[in-house]
């Protein structure tokens, strides 16, 4: 006779329950995988150096020696995960499926803000012309240029029906909030987004990652975005783009897979805003119970991918240290979730901004290769603004 499986039943919720439940402070991630909504702080994990997977594993198994229900960590980690990471094992965790779709509210009008780009847009296209420099002279193949706007409203902003906005536009999106809170910071600090990118996910020994790299501006006219699309799928600068980033993550991932598929080509998908080139790698994990293995594991092997750092990903890295003015803090890092098992998902904090009161950091970068254009990649930049802008009602604001 066999004997059924102790199994601790999950309390049933619907998706937009949780996002309606969300609060600062609270932890969402949403995914076409499913919704999760983290409440309290049972503990913090303080990782030594750039590595949290470890640390992460020690801190899930004393919480669930402690009796912590269905413990995860969760949280942020910043593109230099030395230097900001938000990660923690709440003390309640909520589940549903993904998101339904919804018509979208209409954002909220009225608000004035004031706008600065940072650095200055003249400034920026100078920085992707050092960069074709350097690429010019062999240091570099390629390197993500970031640029902010920096957007101050006349009273605080709301996450919550900020997040909801996000996540009810493209409730296919990694849609995200995260307390970011630093010390030092005059109010709560929230990352918040609906990024396009799966760096990392884990099922069991099934592991999936979809990189993209290689972008165009969604018009919303049919005619037109079809040409877009048409173009991206041949254009040679592009698709070298997003060679290099497809061929990062494969290689990384093949290092802890048995077996790997990476299609050959890329296709194209589109977010309500712009069209990405995607490539969707699938692999089977050679040993699933090593810590290096579980879902942070990996996602940290894996970051900075090239679609947010560069090839080769240490040049790249100092390039942006020299040629961006302004700390990227927790955008091009990473957000997500991990479990007792390994499992979990996590994305990269693109199409994403932190928000602080009153004021609103949104960013934006574009992969800089032989035959980029600064006044492209400018344009670029600003089309990826607008997932966050369309949600603040600021859309045509830049
Ligand atoms: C760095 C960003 O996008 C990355 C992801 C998709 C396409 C990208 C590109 O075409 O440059 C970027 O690598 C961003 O949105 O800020």
Request: glycine share 10%; charged share 20%; net charge negative.
């Amino acid at each position: 006779m066999s004997i059924p499986a102790l199994v601790r039943p999950r309390p049933v919720h619907r998706a937009s329950d949780l996002l309606a439940a969300y609060l600062p402070g609270s932890f969402y991630f949403s995914s076409p995988r499913g919704t999760l909504l983290a409440d309290g702080v049972h503990s913090r994990v303080r990782a030594a150096g750039a590595s949290h997977a470890r640390a992460a594993a020690e801190a899930l198994d004393a919480a669930a020696a402690a009796g912590v229900p269905d413990p995860v960590v969760a949280g942020a980690v910043g593109f230099r995960p030395e230097a900001e990471s938000g990660l923690v094992v709440p003390s309640v965790v909520r589940r549903a499926g993904a998101p339904a779709v919804v018509r979208a509210p209409e954002a909220e009008s009225g608000t004035s803000w004031t706008l600065t780009p940072r650095p200055e847009p003249a400034h920026y296209a100078d920085s992707v012309r050092r960069a074709l420099e350097l690429i010019g002279r062999g240091e570099l193949s390629k390197v993500v240029l970031a640029r902010s706007l920096e957007l101050a409203a006349e009273s605080p902003v709301w996450v919550p029906a900020l997040l909801a906005r996000l996540v009810r536009a493209d409730p296919a999106a990694y849609a995200f909030a995260a307390d970011v809170t630093a010390p030092g910071d005059p109010a709560p600090r929230t990352l918040v987004g609906a990024s396009p990118e799966l760096l990392v996910s884990r099922r069991g020994a099934t592991v999936l990652a979809n990189p993209l790299a290689g972008s165009a501006r969604r018009s919303g006219d049919e005619a037109q975005d079809r040409e877009t699309v048409a173009r991206l799928r041949d254009s040679a600068k592009d698709l070298g783009e997003h060679a290099h980033t497809a061929g990062q993550v494969a290689e990384v991932l093949g290092r802890f897979c048995t077996d790997l598929e990476v299609p050959a080509q890329p296709e194209v998908i589109g977010t309500p805003t712009m069209w990405h080139l995607s490539t969707r790698i699938t692999g089977r994990l050679a040993d699933p119970a090593a810590p290096a293995c579980s879902a942070l594991g990996l996602a940290e092997a894996l970051h900075p991918t090239p679609a947010v750092g560069g090839v080769p990903g240490p040049a790249a890295v100092g390039a942006i240290a020299d040629l961006e003015p302004e700390d990227r803090g927790y955008f091009a890092g990473m957000v997500g979730w991990t479990g007792l098992d390994g499992d979990g998902e996590w994305a990269v904090t693109i199409r994403s901004a932190e928000v602080c009161e009153r004021t609103v950091r949104l960013s934006a970068g574009a992969g800089i290769v032989a035959g980029s254009e600064p006044a492209a990649e400018l344009a670029e930049t600003g089309a990826k603004f607008r997932t966050l802008l369309r949600a603040l009602g600021l859309e045509g604001a830049v």
